[in-house]
């Protein structure tokens, strides 16, 4: 079994083939392809900071749950909060900020030669650029995150600024 690249190549060559394709067509192709390599990349480095801000937000869990334990809740229902409380859940919210934007770099819409290579090489162009505008907001919403995590466990565990 092949993986993607290899079938994109056998796609290019048919088509070349089939074309008789002059220099320049070769040479969309060739962007095309590495457009498409770049979507690939971006793809598996939104995936791991997915898993990444999983991670972070299981250890937020963590924190909140110590709040919430020591007071006998289950929910945030009457929970008096303290300072790892209210930072533990804006953490919580940029984490789940950074997921959501994530999303935004892994969704699937790959209308691969619906037009012109060249056409189609300038439409790929402008989502990797999208894409990777997204992945940057995610990478540094998940950087806060973690800086917010640092806070909300110094509030919860070392209460030198316990109220």
Known sequence: MCCRGERLDVLVRDILRKNNA???AKEDWAVLKELYAMLNILDGK???LMTFDALI??????V???DLGSQGSTSLQGVEGGPALYVSLIGMVVNLAATVVCAF???MSWAF??????????AVGRKVDQRTVCYQVAWWLSFVGVFVLVFAMLFRYTRIWSC
Not at 57 to 62: D, N, P, R, T
Not at 113 to 122: F, G, Q, S, T, Y
């Open 113 to 122: 030669l619906r037009d012109e290579v060249a056409v189609e090489c300038k």
């Open 22 to 24: 002059d220099a320049t």
């Open 57 to 62: 937000l299981a250890v937020y869990a963590i």
């Open 105 to 107: 770099v892994v969704r």
């Open 64 to 66: 909140l749950q110590g």
């Open 46 to 48: 939104a995936a791991s």
